[in-house]
């Protein structure tokens, strides 16, 4: 073989090396960004984005554009922070804007993450209840598995579990597929905004992009970030990991309201919650249709019912300066593990209170969540330019402004749903 031609030979094999240590990086970085988009999809967001395909059909799916760059812009952000400081949301609140300002925003962020783990087990108990299982054997069983598997589980075991249910949302576009949605006008409302000229309209589409970015958001993936223990050098791992997620969970959102568009909404049908919705599916798509779309439930809930535990565990520990990790003993972290027993505890047995609406919960839950979010991204916009903590890494104009145009536009849609939920719209 000539010179050249080994050279060519050598290349391509330093090249193939570099694209496979480049992969064996990248899956080795894999979790936060993925686990947190996921659990974005939990029941209320679920029930959220069923009510917006029922009632509005396909004319609000432009509605997941802008929310997914302003998840990817937020999600991006948090991640950074936690990579370049190894420190949680939480921490740099009280390091760099005192105590009570963090503890203002625990308290806040323990009254919406209780009332939306109380909307997990709902979930779960309305997509068993499907399959003839009373919510008083769904809901404790449940409660055990998801407080066995963090507290005993270890990080890596937990991090396995939640790709696995990720994993599992593939449920509901092939529930989507079942309803013979029209893809014309899916697409047309894909991509042309519209608020159809109705109350219904602005009301659905603030609930849509309230549910989709949460503060519990926040504060889960810096301090999963942190848990994992990476570095600079994971970064650009990090960030295809975050993208990749944002547009997983959009994917899952369009088939959703394409699902509930396609058979409810064209079929002048209501629905109250996802349990509904899933219930609709069987005359109109038929059994396997229903099936899978109670399927997806019970898993986006099961994942959350994780999730939020520890999204509050995280805020809270890293806030107060507590011991925290899912490798820790329980004994040398017991206000990290107690935290997450006590919501877990907390969400089943108001679930499992006779005669219990769910109403009240729901809507403390988003309105605790609106005030929240705003001031939150107005401290993650100030780490994020803070020249002495993120250094070179800290935000560049592009991030800025549309980092800007998010908070502007949550205070925004924050003003109008309290008003809304008032005033009774």
């Not at 193939?16 to 967001?45: E, H, K, Y």
């Not at 509930?260 to 002048?268: C, K, L, Y």
Request: net charge positive; charged share 10%; hydrophobic share 55%.
């Amino acid at each position: 073989m000539s010179r050249p031609a080994q050279g060519r030979v050598l290349g391509r094999a330093r090249g193939l090396l570099r694209r496979r240590a480049g992969m064996l990086a990248f899956f080795a970085v894999v979790g936060p960004g993925l686990i947190t988009a996921s659990a974005d999809n939990d029941a209320q967001g679920i029930t959220t984005y069923s009510l917006v395909g029922a009632r509005t059909g396909y004319g609000l799916l432009w509605l997941l554009i802008p929310a997914m760059i302003a998840l990817v812009v937020t999600q991006e952000i948090g991640a950074r922070i936690g990579i370049v400081t190894g420190k949680g949301l939480g921490a740099l609140i009280r390091e760099r804007f005192g105590v009570r300002p963090a503890a203002f925003a625990m308290l806040m962020l323990l009254v919406a993450n209780l009332a939306t783990t109380a909307a997990e087990f709902a979930g779960i108990a309305a997509s068993l209840e499907i399959f003839g299982v009373s919510k008083y054997i769904s809901v404790p069983v449940a409660a055990v598995l998801v407080l066995v598997l963090v507290a005993k589980g270890g990080y890596k075991r937990v991090e396995r579990v939640l790709l696995v249910l990720s994993a599992v949302f593939i449920a509901y576009v092939i529930s989507g597929l079942l309803a013979h949605p029209d893809w014309g006008q899916a697409v047309h409302g894909l991509l042309t905004p519209t608020f159809g000229g109705k109350s219904i309209f602005v009301l659905t589409a603030v609930g849509m992009v309230g549910t989709t970015v949460t503060p519990w958001g926040q504060f889960f993936i810096q301090g999963y970030v942190v848990d994992k223990g990476l570095g600079p050098d994971d970064l650009r791992y990090e960030r295809l990991d975050v993208f990749l997620g944002q547009l997983a969970m959009c994917i899952v959102v369009l088939f959703i309201i394409v699902a509930t568009a396609a058979t409810i909404h064209v079929h002048g049908g209501s629905i109250v919650d996802a349990k509904d919705a899933a219930l609709a599916l069987r005359p109109l798509a038929g059994r396997f249709a229903e099936t899978l779309f109670a399927v997806g439930l019970l898993n986006a809930s099961l994942m959350a019912a994780n999730i939020l535990p520890l999204s509050t565990s995280y805020a809270v520990c890293e806030a107060f300066g507590f011991e925290l990790g899912l490798d820790e003993p329980v004994r040398e972290a017991p206000v990290f593990f107690g935290t997450i027993a006590f919501s877990i505890a907390f969400g089943a047995i108001i679930i499992l209170i006779p005669g219990i609406s769910l109403v009240p919960v729901l809507f403390l839950s988003a309105v605790v969540n609106g005030l929240l979010l705003a001031p939150l991204f107005v401290y993650l916009y100030l780490l994020a330019n803070d020249r002495d903590l993120m250094g070179e890494l800290r935000n560049g104009r592009l991030a800025n402004v549309l980092t800007i145009v998010t908070i502007v536009l949550l205070i925004a849609l924050t003003i109008v749903l309290v008003g809304a939920q008032f005033v009774g719209t």
